[in-house]
T-cell receptor, first 109, second 117 residues
């Protein structure tokens, strides 16, 4: 089983719609979690950290469920510019980050 | 703009060549990383340096040799690579507090696209 698993997608989303997807992690010792965004042939960039109580940053909402060992990302009012691959990241002790394979989102007009 | 710069951005090398990838971070961080990203695979951690000391070698073949002369610079020396080593090599940095079990998140450079022929 992969340490961090994501549905590769693609999620085809009409512009203005809401999309949500999950990421599961197997290491119960993971301490913190992040969502990164990666555009085609570019480096990953931090989108947001994921806090235990859940957190929101504009149109993006992240949730953490430690009991079921998954995190989620919800994008409201999708924009064309939201088209990207979203990488789930679990961080263990020693700043060791494990990346999921990414979920591809395509927002279409 | 990026706080982590990598050169070269693109590299084509033969299997008998020796080349190096260079990374420099301008963020004042004390931890640096090399990641490999192959087509349709997750990012793979290769090496971690904390305070210039290598703290992680993720079973990387010896044909990849990292060097960290100071906390701002990181190299990846390449020799006798195989075509399957063709990938995007990403350098990253973060701030790690000495003795702490966790650190802040990491920031990536734009990557070096490597093709081995």
């Amino acid at each position: 089983r992969k340490e961090v698993e994501q549905d590769p997608g693609p999620f085809n989303v009409p512009e203005g719609a809401t999309v949500a997807f999950n990421c599961t992690y197997s290491n119960s010792a993971s301490q913190s979690f992040f969502w990164y965004r990666q555009d085609c042939r570019k480096e990953p960039k931090l989108l947001m950290s994921v806090y235990s109580s859940g957190n929101e940053d504009g149109r993006f909402t992240a949730q953490l469920n430690r009991a079921s060992q998954y995190i989620s990302l919800l994008i409201r009012d999708s924009k064309l510019s939201d088209s990207a691959t979203y990488l789930c990241v679990a961080k263990a002790a020693g700043n060791k980050l494990t990346f999921g394979g990414g979920t591809r989102v395509l927002v279409k007009p | 703009e990026t706080g982590v710069t990598q050169t070269p951005r693109h590299l084509v090398m033969g299997m008998t060549n020796k080349k190096s990838l260079k990374c420099e971070q301008h963020l004042g961080h004390n931890a640096m990383y090399w990641y490999k990203q192959s087509a349709k695979k997750p990012l793979e951690l290769m090496f971690v340096y904390n305070f210039k000391e290598q703290t992680e070698n993720n079973s990387v073949p010896s044909r990849f040799s990292p060097e960290c002369p100071n906390s701002s610079h990181l190299f990846l020396h390449l020799h006798t690579l195989q075509p399957e080593d063709s990938a995007l090599y990403l350098c990253a940095s973060s701030q790690m507090d000495r003795g702490a079990s966790s650190g802040n998140t990491i920031y990536f450079g734009e990557g070096s696209w490597l093709t081995v022929v």
